[in-house]
């Protein structure tokens, strides 16, 4: 029985120090990725915030997006969007019913941001706040 156990927790070692040798739960549950040729959109989901960086420049120009939520459940999900086609998505289900998504389409440059709001009772809905970007887009305020 003794000889078993040290064997398990040998084992256990060796899996534990080759998977964070090679990253294997580096970022794992932390980051979720989509990324189409010119874009790659990486969703912290510890912070709740994302980062936009441009494939062929390595730019990240969306520093840190923050959605107007910040709870719920992110996924990763592939869509079928009637105008911009077929992509990857980060879906956040919010606990409050809203759905907020994120989606890189084939063949766009550019990210979609697009949700759905929760149903609630006869409030009417004056302005939205859907989210905020801190960007860098490579020049001085005054060249842009």
Sequence with gaps: ???ERTLLIVGVL?????????????????SLR???EFLTVEFDTQTMTFSVTARDS???FVERGTLAS????????????????QGDAIQIDHASGAIDRLTL?????FVVLDGMLAESSDTV??????LSMVLDLGKKTEEV
């Design 125 to 130: 809905v004056t302005s939205l706040h859907r």
């Design 14 to 30: 060796m899996v534990c120090t080759y998977g964070w040798a090679n990253g294997a739960f580096a970022g794992s549950s932390d």
């Design 70 to 85: 910040r709870d719920g459940r992110v996924r990763r999900l592939t869509v079928q969007h009637p105008t911009w086609g």
């Design 58 to 60: 390595g730019l990240t």
């Design 34 to 36: 989509i990324q189409n």
């Design 105 to 109: 389409s084939r063949n766009l440059p």
């Design 1 to 3: 029985m003794r000889r």
